[in-house]
Every structure is written in structure tokens, then in C-alpha cells.
């Protein structure tokens, strides 16, 4: 059963950061490429970061040198450090993976992280 469980969200201070975590029930993890999304309300869920297999990845401008998007095979998990936290960082976070071109319309319940003083 294809499952994603994130984790590691809370309530921070502005400045502050926080590390996310995303474990994934699938086999073959290392040939995804996986993402972490983030959805606040009124808005559409965005991208904030992508790792794809092998390594390689990419940020949304609005957290280029603050968030760092990391994985780990052997455990089936990613992590997002995310420093130097905003309050318009606030959301709820999401991972997703990707196999090829497709990406699964299946999501996670998701993290609640807010940013304020």
C-alpha cells in the first residue's frame, strides 16, 4: 500500500528553523525523484524543493539558501532543513514522489509548520 508519512512540523519563531521529514512505503525509493510542497490558505499547493534520483536538486526562489532538501535511500526518507524561517513560510507541508515523468497524485496527510512570534 503506497503510503508517505511527513513529519517534524511546529510552531517556530521568525529566524528560527525546523527539519522535516518524509518516509515513503515504496519499493525501488532510489528511482524517484521526490518534492516537498507546501500549501497555505487561498493558495494553490507550490513546489518548494525537489531531489531527484542521484542527488541533483531544486529550489523554489522563495527559499534558495535557506532550505536544503536531502534524502536518504536506505530509509526510504527525505528531509527539508529549513533555516532562517518567515512567517510567509507558514503552511502545511507536503512530500510527493515521482517515477519518471509522472508524478503520483497520491499525498500524504501533510505537516503543519507556522512561523510566527
Known amino acids: 500500500q503506497e503510503q508517505l508519512v511527513e513529519s517534524g512540523g511546529g510552531l517556530v519563531q521568525p529566524g528560527g528553523s525546523l527539519r522535516l521529514s518524509c518516509t515513503a512505503s515504496?519499493?525501488?525509493?532510489?528511482?524517484?525523484?521526490m518534492a516537498w510542497y507546501r500549501q497555505t490558505p487561498g493558495k494553490e499547493r507550490e513546489l518548494v524543493a525537489a531531489?531527484?534520483?542521484?542527488?541533483?536538486?531544486n529550489y523554489a526562489d522563495s527559499v534558495k539558501g535557506r532550505f536544503t532538501i536531502s534524502r536518504d535511500d536506505h530509509k526510504k526518507t527525505i528531509y527539508l532543513q529549513m533555516n532562517t524561517l518567515k512567517p510567509e513560510d507558514t503552511g502545511v507541508y507536503y512530500c510527493?514522489?515521482?517515477?519518471?515523468?509522472?508524478?503520483?497524485?497520491?499525498w500524504g496527510q501533510g505537516t503543519q509548520v507556522t512561523v510566527s512570534s
Open positions: 515504496v519499493l525501488h525509493f532510489s528511482l524517484y525523484t
Open positions: 510527493r514522489k515521482k517515477y519518471g515523468s509522472t508524478w503520483s497524485e497520491y
Open positions: 531531489i531527484l534520483s542521484g542527488g541533483r536538486t
